[in-house]
C-alpha cells in the first residue's frame, strides 16, 4: 500500500515530464516509470523523511535497496519525500559514502551530501 507522502512524491516526479508509474512487488524497487507515451524510461526509489529539505542532509537509503535499483539498469532514480518537496537524482550521477548506519538494526547505508545533481521540487 502507498503512503500519502510516498503516493505525493512519485506524482510530483511524474509530473515533470507527464509521465505515468506502476507500483512494483513489495519485494521489489518501488516504481517502474513511463514517458507520456507509455514507454518504460526509469525505475524510482521513494525514501519518505520527516524532514524538509532545507535539512534533509545527508539523505540516506540503504545499501541493499540500492544496489537493487541500481540491478535494473535503466535509469535508477532515488526520490527523498520531504514534508516540503521532493529531492531526486539519477543513481549514475550523485555520489554517495557508504558506511554502517540505520535506526533500528546495523545495515549498510548510502549517504548523499547535497551536490549539483540532486533535484529539488518544492510542493505548491
Known sequence: MISEKEKRAIDTFVAIFSGSYKKLDPNDIDYKVFDKDGNIIAYAEVVCL???IHIAYPLSITAKKLVKLVDKRLAPVVIWACEDGII???VD???????WGGSSSPELMAYFDKQKDLKYIRYS
Open 50 to 52: 520527516v524532514k524538509t
Open 93 to 99: 550521477s550523485i555520489k554517495a559514502e557508504l558506511r
Open 88 to 90: 531526486y537524482g539519477k
